[in-house]
Each structure stands twice: as C-alpha cells, then as structure tokens.
C-alpha cells in the first residue's frame, strides 16, 4: 500500500491555479505535521508549505500570498491551493508526513508545469 498518493498536478499557463491533494493511506499512523515541497532540476527540494495537526501553517516566502495549505484531519488529506502560478514554481511537488515515532513517509511526486 503506497502511504501517500498525490494528485492535480499539470500544465498550466502563467498566473493559473492548481490544487494538488495528498491522501495519507491507512497504514501510517499518528500523523502530525503535513507538507509539501518541491524540487526542480538541477536544485535542491525545498519546502513549499506545512501545516500541523492543530492547523499551524508556515508557508515559504517565494510563495507566501499566492499558495495556501490546509488538510481535513478526519480523511488524512493534505491539500495545496496554487494560485497566480509562475514559471519559476515550475517543479515536482512531493508531500511529505510525520508520524508516531517519527517517521517520516513521502509521495511520489507529481509534476507542475507553468509556461510563459
């Protein structure tokens, strides 16, 4: 069972809106903090957005203002509402999930594309 599936990645135009979801499977247990981060080619992965189990947020600056994170506790679903999309945020966005004794799981990434 793949612990964490990811979805609503694409292509879209500059200043376009995507939301990609992330469902957390059964199997991981005690889940505390969710994110996302990205990773383009040729750079490191860096953080995007997290969000706590109690709804505390950190957002990166380069995304502060046009990204937002939430989650539904009840589904295990991480969420990542994209909006005024840029080239730049070109990159495949992977989520990530802390758990009971601190592991940490990741998805398989999914891939955004923003064209000029």
């Known amino acids: 069972q793949v612990p964490l599936v990811e979805s609503g990645g694409g292509l879209v135009q500059a200043g376009g809106s995507l939301r990609l979801s992330c469902a957390a499977s059964?199997?991981?247990?005690?889940?505390?903090?969710m994110g996302w981060y990205r990773q383009s080619p040729g750079k490191q992965r860096e953080l995007v957005a997290i969000?706590?189990?109690?709804?505390?947020?950190n957002v990166a600056d380069s995304v502060k203002g046009r990204f937002t994170i939430s989650r539904d506790n009840d589904k295990n679903i991480v969420y990542l509402q994209m909006n005024s999309l840029k080239p730049e945020d070109t990159a495949v966005y992977y989520c990530?999930?802390?758990?009971?004794?601190?592991?940490?799981?990741w998805g398989q990434g999914t891939q955004v594309t923003v064209s000029s």
């Open positions: 990530r999930a802390l758990a009971l004794g601190l592991k940490v799981y």
């Open positions: 059964g199997s991981i247990f005690g889940i505390s903090t």
């Open positions: 969000i706590s189990s109690g709804d505390t947020t």
